[in-house]
């Protein structure tokens, strides 16, 4: 039989309005003998307040949002958010993860709902996601402008610096085909095609497609192989061309070089195994959740934030 706060308050001795404001944080006019038999009672009935009515007092929840950008993250997403989990939870919040709004308007529906304590986003806010949260009271984090498209830069440098370091000199970026799912494809593009500038090659051909094999092969045809290079938005895309170079008869990486992005575990397994390029998301996570309990006042802010990710190039066979 679950516990109700009616329990609580008969065992302790008190109101059922005393156990509200005592184990919502708002006894300081009861005693100290008082506060501690209303929370010795709470352990003994295994007592847990509503989260719903804790709300509804305070304004907010206990809940924090974090936002996925609607792309393919494979087994990352896990690990970004796993240790984050636990980190909240020790301070009696909990993580919820939810793909982000399509429209400012959607949000404000999301958060009105839930009335979360904060919003964590992977992505930058708009101005009006940003003022919007403001409005309601709701703590925003989130990458600084431009230092997603900074990174995403970086990513499509150094795929573009192994193939060419390969000895290829006609290289390609594949993109997926929604944009929905593309939210960091920009980026990288440009990142490949200042790396061919340096290099003194032409610019790279663009083809966008889908996890779809035919979609796959009307790409690599646009392509007309052989000696290219191929930089995939993810492990996903190059998992997808790969299977269309065998379809079409294609040596990897004699005819078609690829190096993929996320080191899913479906990309170590593949044959050849892909290239791809492998990072660490969590120590920057646990660094935006600190900053965030920092202004809840539940601890000091990080004396040494982690301002971007360390990108790896995992070498495999299909470069």
């Known amino acids: 039989m679950i516990a109700k706060s009616a329990d609580v308050a008969r065992l302790a001795g008190v109101s059922r309005g005393a156990v509200s404001q005592i184990l919502n944080g708002r006894g300081e006019r009861f005693s100290a003998s008082t506060i501690e038999r209303v929370k010795e009672a709470a352990i003994e009935l295994d007592y847990r307040p509503s989260a719903a009515g804790r709300a509804l007092a305070r304004g907010s929840s206990d809940f924090v949002i974090a936002l996925i950008p609607d792309t393919t993250f494979g087994g990352n997403l896990q690990d970004i958010f796993g240790a984050a989990t636990e980190q909240l939870a020790a301070r009696g919040l909990t993580l919820v993860l939810r793909l982000a709004t399509p429209t400012p308007a959607a949000l404000d529906r999301l958060v009105s709902g839930i009335l979360p304590r904060a919003v964590l986003s992977l992505t930058p806010f708009s101005n009006e996601e940003r003022a919007l949260l403001e409005r309601r009271g709701i703590a925003a984090f989130d990458p600084q402008v431009g230092s997603e498209d900074a990174f995403d830069h970086q990513i499509g440098r150094l795929q573009a610096r192994h193939l060419i370091e390969r000895g290829l000199t006609r290289l390609a970026v594949a993109r997926l085909q929604d944009a929905r799912q593309d939210p960091f494809g920009q980026g990288r593009e440009e990142g490949v095609r200042a790396e061919c500038r340096s290099a003194g090659l032409d610019a790279p051909t663009v083809v966008h497609l889908g996890i ?96 971007g990710l360390a990108l790896e190039l995992e070498r495999g066979d299909t470069t």
């Open 212 to 307: 779809d094999i035919d979609e796959a092969l009307t790409a690599l045809d646009h392509l007309d192989p052989p000696r290219i290079g191929i930089a995939c938005y993810n492990d996903d895309i190059a998992i997808t061309l790969l299977s269309a170079a065998r379809i079409r008869g294609l040596g990897v990486p004699r005819d078609v070089a690829l190096i993929g992005m996320d080191r899913t575990p479906l990309s170590q397994v593949t044959v050849p195994r892909l290239t791809t390029i492998s990072y660490d998301m969590t120590a920057p996570t646990k660094n935006m959740i600190a900053n965030f309990l920092s202004v809840l006042g539940n601890e000091d802010a990080p004396d040494h934030p982690i301002v």
